[in-house]
Structure formats: structure tokens, C-alpha cells
Nanobody
Framework: VQLQASGGGLVQAGGSLRLSCVAS?????????????ANWYRQTPGKERELVAA???????NYENSVKGRFIISRDNNKSTVYLEMNRLRPEDTAVYYC???????????????????WGQGTQVTVSS
């Protein structure tokens, strides 16, 4: 099981971006994956990774204070994807953003089922003033 993050880029302050994090199995045609819980973190040089947003298995969400009202985390189980919609971006939102998720998988070829915790690679978000 792996996570692939995308959607970062350069945007002016006040603009918007949507990050995506797609879960996939080792055998795409023979594995079903379901994102149960997910988090988006961000990190800037010299600082620890910071939790930005989280979504629970039941769909409940939590946000870091500075992004409340501006960012929205959501999940599409049909697409095995978690999104982070970022609005009214500020220069201080500039960071590398990482997704993290607990994924339930069913591999029909082996067969095997289980849950794993995975991290996606980072995607750079740069907000210019």
C-alpha cells in the first residue's frame, strides 16, 4: 500500500490550492484499499512536522488553529483519496505538506487483508506575498 500526494505549487497570498493524497495497493487491479483515517501535516526547514488537519473514520474533522475556517479536509472512498482544500492562503502556510493515513486493504490475489499506516511523499506549497 502506498500514498501519493500531489497538488502543491506556487500561489499568491489569498489564493487557493487543493492537495490530493491517493492510496493504492501493490497490485492495483487485485487490491482494494480504503482510507479509514487521514492526516495532513506540514513542515518548514528547521521546524518539526506540524499536524494541520485530520479526518476520522466517522468523518469527523479537526484543524490546527491557524487554518480553521480556511482549510477543509475531506475523503472520497470511491477514489481512495483524501483532499486538503486550502483557501485564503497566507505566506506562513508555505511548507512541504505530507499526508498520512491508516489504510485498510484487501488483496484478492494472495489473499490477504490488513491495516497499515502510510506516509505520502511531500508536496511543496509556496505562498508569495
Amino acid at each position: 500500500v502506498q500514498l501519493q500526494a500531489s497538488g502543491g505549487g506556487l500561489v499568491q497570498a489569498g489564493g487557493s490550492l487543493r492537495l490530493s493524497c491517493v492510496a493504492s495497493g501493490s497490485s492495483p487491479s487485485g487490491t482494494k484499499v480504503t482510507i479509514e483515517t487521514a492526516n495532513w501535516y506540514r513542515q518548514t526547514p528547521g521546524k518539526e512536522r506540524e499536524l494541520v488537519a485530520a479526518i476520522s473514520e466517522g468523518g469527523g474533522t479537526n484543524y490546527e488553529n491557524s487554518v480553521k475556517g480556511r482549510f477543509i479536509i475531506s475523503r472520497d472512498n470511491n477514489k481512495s483519496t483524501v483532499y486538503l482544500e486550502m483557501n485564503r492562503l497566507r505566506p506562513e502556510d508555505t511548507a512541504v505538506y505530507y499526508c498520512n493515513a491508516r489504510v485498510m486493504y484487501i488483496n484478492y490475489e494472495i489473499p490477504e487483508t490488513g491495516r497499515v499506516d502510510r506516509w505520502g511523499q511531500g508536496t511543496q506549497v509556496t505562498v508569495s506575498s
